[in-house]
T-cell receptor, first 113, second 109 residues
Framework: GAGVSQTPSNKVTEKGKYVELRCDPI?????LYWYRQSLGQGPEFLIY????????DSGLPNDRFFAVRPEGSVSTLKIQRTERGDSAVYLC???????????FGPGTRLTVL | RKEVEQDPGPFNVPEGATVAFNCTYS??????FFWYRQDCRKEPKLLMS???SGNEDGRFTAQLNRASQYISLLIRDSKLSDSATYLC??????????FGAGTTVTVRA
């Protein structure tokens, strides 16, 4: 079946701009996660959704970052006033239950110039 | 201190060799342990879970030492296709995965 998909695959933006990154989880998966991976590092947890609600957003670095999942399926990660330090690969994952294996999407590579 | 620490390598080994590496974790309450594999510019994929008694999956063997808080991965009879970054992953609650920075393995012909 179809895996987790993310769009766009690459995004180049200028400092100060607003960006939206989209994640389409595996059909039927109620748990959705966002992670951020900087060069040479492992992924770092940002936020976890169970259904439509953000059950844990403790990993969001500051209030410029926000994520939604209004219908319990597709999620959008929104970054306001982007900074060069936001450049990274943003990975989305989903699982059937929170304790199940997390399946990752291919990521969105964000570059802030 | 990072929650999960790994030797970054790289480990350069010839085909057919055995390679092994470890990671350590800081949270003694951690409950679940995994090795993920990540190819260059690709997403992480689950390689195997790690159980207290140790477990094997083909040429891959994982061990967990809860007392010393370290996890190991051993790859026997290395193949060129085993070249990748191996991420040590620890789960301290139901859903939040903590990743190490990865160990790079390069298998040469």
């Amino acid at each position: 079946g179809a895996g987790v998909s993310q769009t766009p695959s690459n995004k180049v933006t200028e400092k100060g701009k607003y960006v939206e990154l989209r994640c389409d989880p595996i059909s039927g998966h109620t748990a959705l996660y966002w992670y951020r991976q900087s060069l040479g590092q492992g992924p770092e947890f940002l936020i976890y959704f169970q259904g439509t609600g953000a059950a844990d957003d403790s990993g969001l670095p500051n209030d410029r970052f926000f994520a939604v999942r209004p219908e319990g399926s597709v999620s959008t990660l929104k970054i306001q006033r982007t900074e060069r330090g936001d450049s990274a690969v943003y990975l989305c994952a989903s699982s059937g239950l929170p304790t199940d294996t997390q399946y990752f999407g291919p990521g969105t590579r964000l570059t802030v110039l | 201190r990072k929650e999960v620490e790994q030797d970054p390598g790289p480990f350069n080994v010839p085909e057919g060799a055995t390679v092994a590496f470890n990671c350590t974790y800081s949270n003694s309450a951690s409950q679940s342990f995994f090795w993920y594999r990540q190819d260059c510019r690709k997403e992480p994929k689950l390689l195997m879970s790690v159980y207290s008694s140790g477990n094997e999956d083909g040429r891959f063997t994982a061990q967990l030492n809860r007392a010393s808080q370290y996890i190991s991965l051993l790859i026997r009879d290395s193949k060129l296709s085993d070249s990748a970054t191996y991420l040590c992953v620890v789960n301290s609650n139901d859903y939040k995965l903590s990743f190490g920075a990865g160990t790079t393995v390069t298998v040469r012909a």
